[in-house]
């Protein structure tokens, strides 16, 4: 569910909202391209998330920790952080923008495939709550970097499941061969070595198998493997305080039946694997809580005719502003953001201007008539868009707005040309 939705603007004619704000009033303030986020969508679906675990487990210590590569803006890791959400982490920017925002270390978790030592004792001195150890390199050097701070970190071992699942290549983790985490029996000899460090205080193991996974059979399976190292570990005589069952469940981009399931399918799964078992959970999720709560809105640049009754349409934001169609091949629901009354739909290649083929959002979409000037939405785009976004073919980084009832708010502004170009350097010997 999303506060996405048709109503009549000033004429009259229905035309997209999000909240009590029409989406061209603000494409009318800020300029396209530009994502807008919803934030009783945000607010929504952390609770619904958070809720339907505590309702499922409610005896359960949990922690839900927002990725925040997901969506990284300050204001949005603030709208969770505000409701209690904590933080999961890769670098020590985003640590950095979860403190900022208000996320108490206690709440961030530091993952990661390739943390540097700079990074490490940046965490440490942080205090944040788990680092996620992804190699035996990365134990020892941690141990390393701890005794020099004279610290001892909490840490987790992070499991590769060999479970493979994810909507895509690309962004599957769970299966051995990918380059996350280290095997079952890895684990369990890790575990121990950590628990012998003076500088390292192990306290769970963790797993996150993929991304827009929209099936509950791969995580329930991923799940009891981390159950029995769990049990496994503790006949060891270790102490496992917490599981990390990392984020992944995959949101609806389809009109069509693709349904993913609820988030109360999901803790009801994850309350029976776990059932009987004394121990506290955290989830990182990060595409469920913001993926339906931001649209792209763009302008329609013009149309050309293509042979065999194609047409392209060509916008105005491109693969640098939303780069999942042409890195994943992700499907994004496009519409104009005026309803119109339902004409004859006719399919189009939808376009960006950056000088490259895979700069196509969409091919052979069905669309009702759009011309030049009309403002199209991309849907579903809050999750993996304007985190990933760049300035290739030197195009200005895109905005970003929040929403609240009938207010909205620029969250990152349109940098100026002069400033994209003040950031670099000609050396003097080029003078
Ligand atoms: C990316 C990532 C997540 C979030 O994945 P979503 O599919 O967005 O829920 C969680 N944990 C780790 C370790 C990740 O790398």
């Not at 950095?96 to 004792?121: C, N, Q, Y």
């Not at 159950?227 to 990390?244: K, Y």
């Not at 895109?398 to 502004?413: A, W």
């Amino acid at each position: 569910m999303d506060h996405f939705e048709d109503r009549p603007g000033p004429t009259g004619e229905a035309e997209l909202w999000c909240e009590g704000v029409r989406l061209a009033d603000i494409a009318a303030a800020v300029g396209t391209p530009v994502y807008v986020y919803s934030t009783a969508t945000l607010e929504r679906h952390y609770t619904v998330f958070r809720d339907a675990l505590q309702a499922a487990m409610p005896a359960r210590r949990l922690l839900v920790a927002y990725a925040v590569k997901a969506n990284s803006n300050l204001a949005v890791i603030r709208t969770l952080a505000r409701l209690g959400a904590g933080a999961d982490t890769v670098s020590e920017g985003e640590i950095r923008r979860a403190l900022a925002a208000g996320v108490p270390p206690e709440r961030i978790v530091f993952s990661g495939v390739g943390k540097t030592d700079a990074e490490l004792a940046f965490a440490i001195r942080t205090g944040v709550c788990e680092i996620n150890v992804e190699a035996e390199a990365e134990l020892d050097r941690l141990a390393v970097v701890a005794e020099a701070l004279g610290a001892r970190p909490a840490i987790a071992i992070r499991v590769n499941p060999d479970v493979g699942a994810g909507g895509h290549a690309k962004i599957s983790t769970g299966k051995a061969e990918s380059k996350f985490g280290v095997s079952f029996s890895e684990a369990r000899r890790l575990y121990a070595k950590a628990a012998a460090s003076p500088w390292l205080r192990p306290v769970g193991v963790a797993c996150h198998i993929g991304s827009q996974i929209t099936d509950l059979a791969p995580l329930q399976a991923a799940f009891v493997r981390m159950r029995s190292l769990v049990e496994q570990l503790r006949a060891d005589g270790l102490t496992v305080e917490r599981l990390d069952l990392g984020g992944g469940l995959g949101v609806p981009y389809f009109d069509a039946p693709e349904a993913p399931p609820l988030p109360a399918l999901y803790a009801a799964m994850v309350a029976e694997t776990l059932a009987g078992m004394d121990i506290d959970l955290a989830f990182e999720p990060g595409r469920l809580i913001v993926a339906n709560a931001g649209v792209m809105l763009a302008t329609a640049i013009h149309l050309h005719p293509r042979a065999e009754g194609r047409r392209f349409l060509v916008v105005d934001a491109a693969m640098n502003d939303l780069l999942r169609p042409s890195l994943y091949e992700a499907y994004h629901r496009i519409r104009p953001v005026r309803a119109g009354d339902g004409g004859p739909e006719e399919a189009h290649d939808v376009v960006g201007p950056v000088c490259e083929t895979g700069d196509t959002f969409a091919r052979d979409r069905m669309l009702p008539p759009v011309e030049a000037g009309d403002l199209v939405a991309f849907l579903s785009a809050g999750a993996y868009g304007a985190s990933m976004s760049s300035e290739y073919n030197s195009r200005p980084l895109v905005p970003e707005v929040l929403v609240s009832g009938d207010r909205f708010s620029v969250i990152r502004r349109r940098p100026t040309h002069e400033e994209m170009l003040s950031r670099e350097t000609v050396p003097d010997w080029l003078a």
